[in-house]
């Protein structure tokens, strides 16, 4: 496997691992996404997308589109991994967050109902933790990793041709 497509395979993976893993947080356990929450999840969507892309590329004989588009990636996984460093550490109280929270609201007949009796969903509290690290936090150190170790892939081939 040659290193352009193993950098995208850790971009796409860990995309579809960590929004996975909100997406099952979300509606299997209630951990409703805060606004900061959100911002997290839409480089991860942009990683996947630029990855099946680069990946098409690859098979289309265009290792040159491949690789930009692997470093797009890798930019967008570390993207929402800065995100989600900023969030916990709002989330710790280490500095002053955004007022901005949402509030789950559902499709129903009666929106004022919905809207009254709907969570809120601050920026500012950890819903979940494990160790002491917050989902934002596994956010941070999952995706910064990544990004990392897809970067350095993606860089240590000499030429965008040879695999």
């Given at each position: 496997?040659?290193?352009?497509?193993?950098?995208?395979?850790?971009?796409?993976?860990?995309?579809?691992?960590?929004?996975?893993?909100?997406?099952?947080?979300?509606?299997?356990?209630?951990?409703?996404?805060?606004?900061?929450?959100?911002?997290?999840?839409?480089?991860?969507?942009?990683?996947i997308i630029f990855a099946v892309i680069g990946y098409m590329m690859l098979h289309r004989k265009n290792p040159g589109l491949a690789k930009f588009l692997a470093l797009i990636a890798a930019i967008?996984?570390?993207?929402?991994?800065?995100?989600?460093?900023?969030?916990?550490?709002?989330?710790?109280?280490?500095?002053?967050?955004?007022?901005?929270?949402?509030?789950?609201?559902?499709?129903?007949?009666?929106?004022?109902?919905?809207?009254?009796?709907?969570?809120?969903?601050?920026?500012?509290?950890?819903?979940?933790?494990?160790?002491?690290?917050?989902?934002?936090?596994?956010?941070?150190?999952?995706?910064?990793?990544?990004?990392?170790?897809?970067?350095?892939?993606?860089?240590?081939?000499?030429?965008?041709?040879?695999?």
């Amino acid at each position: 496997m040659n290193n352009i497509k193993k950098s995208i395979l850790i971009s796409f993976l860990t995309s579809f691992a960590l929004l996975a893993g909100a997406y099952i947080g979300q509606y299997g356990f209630h951990l409703y996404p805060c606004e900061m929450c959100w911002w997290q999840r839409y480089p991860h969507f942009a990683a996947i997308i630029f990855a099946v892309i680069g990946y098409m590329m690859l098979h289309r004989k265009n290792p040159g589109l491949a690789k930009f588009l692997a470093l797009i990636a890798a930019i967008s996984v570390m993207i929402s991994g800065l995100i989600g460093g900023f969030h916990a550490g709002v989330e710790y109280g280490w500095w002053q967050g955004l007022t901005a929270c949402s509030v789950p609201i559902g499709n129903g007949a009666n929106f004022l109902e919905a809207l009254e009796n709907a969570p809120i969903v601050r920026c500012d509290v950890a819903p979940w933790d494990l160790f002491g690290i917050s989902l934002a936090g596994y956010n941070f150190l999952i995706s910064l990793g990544a990004a990392i170790l897809s970067l350095k892939i993606l860089f240590r081939s000499q030429s965008v041709i040879k695999g």
